[in-house]
């Protein structure tokens, strides 16, 4: 094999590796639940520590996309301090220099049951990869 086909079999082996890469990242997502003190704006121990985890992760990996979701009762809007927490959680994330247009806020209509253990608590979800689906 002469010196030439040897650089030609190099340079095309590297395009082909390049354009392997263009497909885009395998899709996949971390999650954090934030927990918050019963009937108060304030998060609980473990949700700090849930929402630094969150915050701190975005902000090195820069996800393509971070919702946060809420559980609401099946017969109206969410209440108030739902709301009030869902857009705490959301400004935590911008003031660590997340853009607005990443992080998207959700509820989730639940049962009675399932409304009242997940009334105190929200689902962080980063979601990376260029080929995840969008809705």
Request: charged fraction near 20%; aromatic fraction near 10%; proline fraction near 9%.
């Amino acid at each position: 094999m002469t010196r030439a086909s040897v650089i030609g079999l190099f340079v095309a082996f590297a395009v082909a590796i390049s354009f392997a890469g263009c497909g885009g990242t395998k899709p996949y997502a971390e999650y954090f639940v934030v927990t918050f003190i019963q009937d108060t704006p304030t998060p609980a121990e473990e949700g700090v520590t849930a929402l630094e985890n969150a915050v701190g992760e975005a902000r090195h990996t820069r996800p393509r996309e971070i919702t946060i979701v809420g559980a609401a009762p099946t017969d109206g809007p969410p209440p108030a301090l739902a709301d009030e927490r869902a857009k705490a959680i959301a400004a935590e994330f911008t003031k660590a220099g997340i853009k607005d247009d990443t992080i998207h806020i959700e509820f989730h209509p639940a049962l009675e049951p399932d409304f009242a253990q997940r009334r105190d608590s929200f689902i962080v979800t980063l979601a990376y990869g260029s080929d995840f689906p969008k809705p």
